[in-house]
């Protein structure tokens, strides 16, 4: 089917696509496949649920069924396809590549990913701090210590704190509790627990939203207390906000994957 070749031409293997701002650094404009299909919905395939163009099972890059056992999820991904315009594209279909990065990428390595998202226990943002001036370690203990707090009850990980950014190793019990509750998530969360640890750069976010702890809003809030106290300060710019608006959708999207999973 050369429409799908070429429209998965714009994707990498593991599902992602090219940042867009980095294109647009560079002065590239990439050519969108035209819309190839009428309509997208869910079929049965396999014993699992599909998105169907037109009729024809849609597939990953890596030429894997595109397809779970969620209604709900398949939905989601079926109105992505659906949302498309005249052209197709990658960038606003970030359920989509969450899930070819899951069935392609997770599903073969899926020990690696645990051990990668666990990984950033031993560095998470929240465990970082500044010790002047007084009201950003105000701003950071305010929406740092609850979700620490939390992490501790249930999750069974304690993380020691330390002031500025020398690396400070962390409790092999609290490193161990972390990579058990990230290993309880199939592929499709395990990849979108993965899209949040490393927008956020705390594991310790990303578990508390797939659990339904925090809002996907307040987790955002809560990863960019530095950058939002510095902006109050100096300013942003166009491409900084551009960029920050292109890492929320990737967030959001993770975020509603992981509360379909629930």
């Known amino acids: ?26 002065g590239m404009k990439p050519e969108l496949p035209k819309r190839f ?25 890596a030429k894997a069924l595109l397809a779970f056992s969620s209604s709900d999820i398949m939905q989601a ?3 992505e396809w659906n949302a ?11 359920m989509t590549r969450i899930a070819n990065s899951a069935i392609d990428g997770v599903r073969q390595t899926r020990q690696a990913v645990i051990d990668e998202i666990a990984k950033y226990g031993g560095s998470d943002l929240l465990c970082y701090r500044a010790d002047t001036p007084a009201e950003l370690v105000r701003r950071q203990n305010e929406a740092w210590n609850p979700v620490l707090e939390w992490s501790v009850r249930n999750v069974g990980a304690e993380l020691t ?28 969360g395990l990849a979108s ?8 750069g705390s594991v310790v ?25 510095q902006i109050e300060l100096w300013g942003s ?14 967030m959001e999207a993770a975020s509603r994957l992981l509360a379909m999973l629930r």
Request: hydrophobic content about 45%; glycine content about 4%.
């Open 1 to 26: 089917m050369n429409h799908e070749r070429d429209f998965y031409s714009h994707w990498f293997r593991d599902g992602s696509v090219p940042d867009p701002m980095h294109s647009a650094q560079k």
């Open 77 to 79: 991904l079926a109105e």
């Open 205 to 229: 976010l990303a578990l508390a939203v797939a659990r339904g702890h925090l809002e996907p809003e307040a987790a955002w809030a809560a990863a960019h207390v530095d950058e939002d106290y």
């Open 37 to 61: 299909y009428k309509q997208a919905h869910v079929v049965e395939k396999d014993g699992l649920l599909a998105v169907a163009l037109d009729g024809r099972v849609a597939r990953t890059p």
């Open 84 to 94: 498309q315009a005249d052209h197709i594209d990658p960038f606003a279909m970030p």
């Open 237 to 250: 710019d166009e491409e900084a906000q551009q960029r920050r608006a292109w890492r929320w959708r990737e």
């Open 193 to 200: 627990l993965h899209v949040i640890t490393t927008l956020t």
């Open 161 to 188: 704190l330390t002031e500025g950014i020398i690396h400070k190793a962390q409790p092999p019990e609290a490193l161990a509790a972390i990579a058990r509750a990230v290993s309880t998530f199939d592929e499709l």
